[in-house]
Nanobody, 130 residues
């Protein structure tokens, strides 16, 4: 399994930006598709974005499309989430996840449906003030 550690969360004003990082260790990072999820207080964890093994394909939840960008650096075993034009409703704990499904369509289906995923990070808090 791969171990994941998120960083980069914090407090930001509405309209601002943050970049989250997720560093992986253990098994070969490039053998996993990666995703970001978030969980707001009192709500279920929800899918945010996914990226394929090489980084050539990405997929976003409608709520963040056009504002968030997922990327990865396989040489650094790190996945990023650039968050721009932040809104108070983006406030949540953000988690990165690693999935070894066979195809990117399978990865998307797994992540969007909330099905079991190979590895999770511990989360990083993002708070957006109005």
């Amino acid at each position: 399994q791969v171990q994941l550690v998120e960083s980069g969360g914090g407090l930001v004003q509405a309209g601002g930006s943050l970049r989250l990082s997720c560093a992986a260790s253990g098994r070969t990072f490039s053998s996993y598709a990666m995703g970001w999820f978030r969980q707001a207080p009192g709500k279920e964890r929800e899918f945010v974005a996914a990226i394929s093994w090489s980084g050539g394909s990405t997929y976003y939840a409608d709520s963040v499309k056009g504002r968030f960008t997922i990327s990865r650096d396989n040489a650094k075993s790190t996945v990023y989430l650039q968050m721009n034009s932040l809104k108070p409703e983006d406030t949540a704990v953000y988690y990165c996840a690693a999935d070894s499904s066979a195809t990117f369509n399978s990865v998307i289906a797994t992540m969007v449906a909330g099905l079991p995923i190979d590895s999770w990070g511990q989360g990083t808090q993002v708070t957006v003030s109005s």
